[in-house]
């Protein structure tokens, strides 16, 4: 075995970056209002800002994408997407969408509603939106270990038990289902064990609720489960993947992250009636049930990258260059989410710039510096994200953090080193850095387009 861990993939095409310098950059996130959402993708040399939909698509993708059949109904490119997913999740309804916050629209305009209450481990940006914007509330209740970046527990997404068993006791009848998101994703990409996955099950189960994951990354989680889990040493990657799904009832998926796709999802279930007002709710708002808000090429793509993603020479790689960034930042002194997570280098800003309070967002503070100083481009995973409530209040998230999400196939070992060089430069100025002030936000989901001022 070589020391050096290799892209498992050769380069066959190639898109060229536009490079600019540090005044250009000062001078565009100004007129962007310092959101890296709403800033021109040419004018960013490195793209951290999402892996939804950023990947790269394989050459048996693009060969499958001439295989799309574009009839309205009973296309057969929905049929081969349609087996690849069961082929892995074993459910019964199979129900496509453009990608996958249609699918929570779907699933919250079933089980959401005023005075609902829905728990998970940790909601994410889109679902917790639409759980809000049906008038229902999102609860997180992952373990203790999950909001401490330094904690080095292995399962940092597993469910608080105890606290979900209270939960479901205290509330009754207002909880319509239990949700997990694998891997957990705003608590810094960190896996749940597939034993909390089995035991949140069971305790759905015991109180007769619905058990729904937010599949997005599914292989990464179950990468994890083989690495650290005991028992599961010698298991299959797709082995582990349809246990972690075997117990559920239901899924929603972003097919724009483990599934190699540009654009899609999926909404899965179990219960025949339950999948036909989905259906009906699908027709009415993303298309006929055999292609839902998707072309037949994008479903052949998708179908594809669903036998890609599996491969364990792709998630040694792909975990081990989170591994590698998240090492060396902590060699700087850059405190990090560790241990790493699956598609995401977290850095923990609160802890960082601790001279910036957190409702002065010391996370979308080092966003505007990375970017300033080296073109880079990442999200706020904190206190502008998740601080407002629904009542209209404020308060400081669980944790201020920035996350470097990695598109899938797209940059190689020379960015990693370049995104290093950077934070030595910011180490320099940290303490220099200023805090922002929001001065327009919209109701809901207010970090995609909320504009910042300086203070």
């Not at 899609?264 to 009415?284: F, M, P, Q």
């Not at 710039?353 to 080296?374: F, K, R, S, T, W």
């Amino acid at each position: 075995m070589m020391k050096t861990i290799i892209e498992p993939f050769r380069i066959k095409s190639v898109e060229p970056i536009r490079m600019t310098t540090r005044a250009e950059r000062e001078a565009l996130i100004r007129k962007a209002n310092f959101n890296t959402f709403t800033l021109d993708a040419d004018d960013v040399l490195i793209d951290l800002l999402t892996d939804s939909g950023t990947g790269a698509m394989s050459a048996a993708q693009w060969s499958a994408v001439m295989r799309g059949d574009e009839s309205y109904a009973g296309s057969p490119s929905y049929y081969r997407f349609r087996d690849a997913v069961q082929n892995l999740m074993p459910f019964k309804h199979i129900i496509p969408t453009h990608q996958g916050r249609a699918a929570e629209a779907i699933l919250f305009s079933i089980f959401g509603g005023v005075g609902k209450k829905i728990p998970n481990n940790t909601h994410f940006d889109t679902t917790r939106g639409n759980i809000e914007a049906s008038g229902a509330e999102g609860h997180d209740l992952v373990i203790g270990e999950g909001t401490d970046p330094a904690s080095l527990h292995p399962f940092k997404g597993n469910m608080d038990l105890p606290r979900l068993a209270r939960f479901l006791e205290e509330h009754g009848d207002a909880v319509p289902c239990v949700m997990m998101t694998i891997t957990n994703n705003a608590g810094g990409g960190q896996p749940v064990a597939l034993e909390n996955i089995r035991a949140v099950a069971e305790l759905a189960r015991a109180f007769g609720k619905p058990f729904i994951i937010d599949g997005c990354r599914f292989a990464e989680n179950a990468w994890f489960i083989k690495q650290r889990e005991p028992g599961q040493q010698d298991r299959s990657i797709p082995d582990i993947v349809r246990d972690c799904f075997a117990v559920a009832d239901g899924m929603t998926m972003s097919a724009k992250k483990d599934a190699f796709g540009n654009i899609g999802g999926w909404l899965a279930l179990n219960d025949d009636d339950l999948a036909e007002v989905a259906r009906t709710h699908l027709i009415r708002t993303e298309g006929f049930p055999t292609y839902g808000g998707l072309a037949g090429r994008d479903m052949e793509a998708l179908a594809q990258g669903l036998t890609e993603i599996v491969d364990e020479d792709y998630l040694r790689y792909r975990i081990r260059t989170n591994e590698y960034i998240v090492e060396r930042l902590d060699a700087l002194g850059v405190p990090v989410v560790k241990p790493a997570g699956g598609h995401a280098v977290f850095i923990d800003a609160r802890s960082w710039l601790d001279h910036i309070p957190p409702l002065e967002y010391p996370g979308q503070a080092l966003a505007v510096a990375l970017y300033e100083i080296a073109g880079i481009r990442t999200a706020e995973i904190g206190t502008v994200m998740f601080g407002r409530q629904p009542d209209g209040s404020e308060k400081p998230a669980a944790m201020d953090l920035v996350r470097l999400a990695m598109p899938r196939r797209t940059y190689t070992q020379s960015h990693a080193d370049y995104i290093l060089e950077a934070f030595e430069e910011l180490a320099e100025i940290r303490r220099s850095l200023k805090g922002l002030r929001i001065t327009h936000e919209p109701k809901l989901m207010r970090h995609f387009t909320c504009r910042y001022e300086q203070l």
